[in-house]
């Protein structure tokens, strides 16, 4: 396993529309355990494939809390096929945006079908941090930032900042 660099605004790979995966093999799951390992290592709750400079429609996530033990989770050409017209709110924050947080409305159910790490089809409700969190990824696979459902303003304010922070920390 290895820790890859996660991509940062206003790199353009993370517009990009990520492809779908043609078969789970020993290498998808190898790729896998990698962003597994990178985001643990960042630390997040979730990363998209095309966050590690892969555009492939392919997603790790783990929400258990600290005290928990880990319970990773994989999704493989992830789709929602349904999502309830109840929104909720959530302070977001991206391991591409570091360091910037604003809230963002989101479906608190959403009804999800993906290949897991065994390539296995899965269907299941997500709802909470765990509705948050897919929404939020899977916006990853299509080149979408969650700085792109806030204002013009805020968005700019956002890339610039992670811009001066890169500047000042080349300059360091
Ligand atoms: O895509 C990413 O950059 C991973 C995010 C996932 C995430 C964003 C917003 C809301 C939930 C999950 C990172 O994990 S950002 C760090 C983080 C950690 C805990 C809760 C929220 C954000
Ligand atoms: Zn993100």
């Given at each position: 396993m290895a820790i890859r660099r996660i991509l940062t605004v206003?790199?353009?790979?993370?517009k990009q529309v990520s492809k779908p995966v043609a078969e789970v093999t020993d290498e998808t799951r190898a790729l896998m355990d990698d962003m597994l390992e990178t985001m643990y290592d960042a630390p997040g709750i979730g990363l998209a494939a095309v966050q590690v400079g892969v555009p492939l429609r392919i997603i790790v996530m783990d929400l258990a809390r600290e005290d928990e033990p880990k319970a990773p989770r994989f999704f493989v050409?992830?789709?929602?096929?349904e999502r309830i017209e109840e929104t909720q709110p959530y302070e977001e924050g991206c391991l591409s945006v570091p360091d910037f947080y604003e809230t963002v409305e989101r479906p608190s159910r959403v009804r999800l079908r993906y290949l897991n790490y065994s390539g296995e089809p899965v269907e299941e409700w997500a709802e909470g941090l765990y509705a948050v969190c897919i929404q939020h990824e899977m916006d990853h696979l299509e080149g979408?930032?969650?700085?792109?459902?806030?204002s013009r303003l805020k968005r700019n304010y956002a890339i610039d900042k992670v811009k001066k922070a890169k500047r000042l920390a080349a300059n360091a």
């Amino acid at each position: 396993m290895a820790i890859r660099r996660i991509l940062t605004v206003p790199d353009p790979v993370l517009k990009q529309v990520s492809k779908p995966v043609a078969e789970v093999t020993d290498e998808t799951r190898a790729l896998m355990d990698d962003m597994l390992e990178t985001m643990y290592d960042a630390p997040g709750i979730g990363l998209a494939a095309v966050q590690v400079g892969v555009p492939l429609r392919i997603i790790v996530m783990d929400l258990a809390r600290e005290d928990e033990p880990k319970a990773p989770r994989f999704f493989v050409n992830p789709e929602i096929l349904e999502r309830i017209e109840e929104t909720q709110p959530y302070e977001e924050g991206c391991l591409s945006v570091p360091d910037f947080y604003e809230t963002v409305e989101r479906p608190s159910r959403v009804r999800l079908r993906y290949l897991n790490y065994s390539g296995e089809p899965v269907e299941e409700w997500a709802e909470g941090l765990y509705a948050v969190c897919i929404q939020h990824e899977m916006d990853h696979l299509e080149g979408v930032l969650f700085i792109d459902h806030l204002s013009r303003l805020k968005r700019n304010y956002a890339i610039d900042k992670v811009k001066k922070a890169k500047r000042l920390a080349a300059n360091a």
